[in-house]
């Protein structure tokens, strides 16, 4: 599996062009030497997606443009793209890390380059623990996985503390009708305490995701939700039940990411960390709608100025229109 993920950071349809039946959509049918090949000349099989390369770059500059304003760590979440090529731009233009789903793609942020490593979920089951400690055996890298309960922690104990490794953890805060997270501060805060004395265990911080707010003041509500994690982990850092040495306070999802960035600037002690991803290729959906949003909040608060353009689409899709039977009809 590594070797396959290795090949794939440098030019993935190269790697597996071989595999492809002949007449695979998005894929070239003719070799050319020069290995270039153009849409316009009919050297793709369509429909074929493409991602614009300048749009591509104006993303991933302009949103670690606004973490840097905001003194934030930008982390962004890789499962929509799970595009090596992608995660190393992001890396390369000044991201602390790269935030995953499971395992098997933390083996391909960690080939990437990728020094931090938030899994924004819970790790479960021997085998999957078990692949998150060969990856820290092989990688210079720190694996942070959430938590919000003390079986799962007593099993990731379990596990690392005899094998004399360790795992880093965030405590995971939740909202009613929401994901996964822990309710109310009281169960966080016993939590916290259990996860400090287990061996093995290294808890970090907080992690939350703001995104399942919804509703007619969702703005407000997000704020403090926001605001009661972050203070929340201040508590834990005050009540020195933090293993590392800065606690992480983490969430910021593609839609509130200047509401949570913009709460994080007022916890200096903390080390923040935001993790939108849709962002690097962008939307003409919902997503254009959450930005507008942002640039909004941005001009009421007078800081329109300190962000120079937006995030734009950079995916098309090309396609054969193959008949015209009638006026307006495709």
């Not at 962008?282 to 009421?300: M, N, P």
């Amino acid at each position: 599996m590594a070797d396959t993920a290795q090949q794939a950071t440098e030019n993935y349809q190269v790697s597996l062009h071989e595999s492809f039946p002949v007449g695979t959509k998005g894929v070239w049918t003719e070799k050319k030497p020069d290995g270039r090949y153009s849409l316009v000349n009919e050297d793709i099989s369509l429909p074929a997606a493409v991602i614009l390369k300048d749009a591509l770059d104006n993303n991933i500059a302009w949103m670690q443009h606004f973490a840097d304003q905001h003194k934030a760590a930008l982390c962004p979440h890789g499962k929509t793209s799970m595009t090596p090529a992608l995660f190393k731009a992001q890396l390369e233009k000044g991201a602390w890390g790269l935030t995953v789903a499971s395992p098997a793609q933390v083996e391909i942020a960690a080939l990437c380059g990728a020094k931090n490593i938030i899994i924004a979920n819970q790790l479960v089951g021997k085998a999957n623990m078990a692949a998150i400690a060969a990856m820290q055996q092989a990688f210079p890298v720190t694996v942070y996985c959430c938590v919000d309960s003390e079986e799962n922690l007593q099993a990731l104990s379990d596990y690392f503390a005899q094998r004399s490794a360790c795992i880093h953890v965030l405590i995971e805060l939740g909202v009613p009708q929401g994901r996964c997270g822990e309710r109310t501060p009281e169960d966080a805060r016993k939590l916290a305490a259990f996860a400090h004395a287990l061996p093995g265990i290294a808890l970090s911080g907080i992690e939350f995701y703001e995104g399942v707010i919804h509703g007619e003041d969702a703005e407000a509500a997000v704020h403090d939700f926001v605001e009661s994690c972050a203070a929340f982990c201040e508590q834990l850092v005050n009540e020195q039940l933090i293993d590392t040495e800065k606690a992480i306070i983490t969430g910021a999802g593609s839609a509130w990411y200047d509401v949570v960035a913009a709460i994080f600037t007022r916890y200096s002690a903390l080390l923040p960390v935001i993790r939108p991803g849709c962002y690097v290729t962008h939307d003409t959906g919902i997503y254009e709608q959450s930005q507008r949003a942002v640039i909004d909040r941005l001009a009421k608060q007078q800081r329109r100025g300190d962000f120079e353009g937006d995030l734009r689409n950079a995916l098309e899709v090309w396609a054969y229109v193959i008949s015209t039977p009638e006026k307006g009809k495709l």
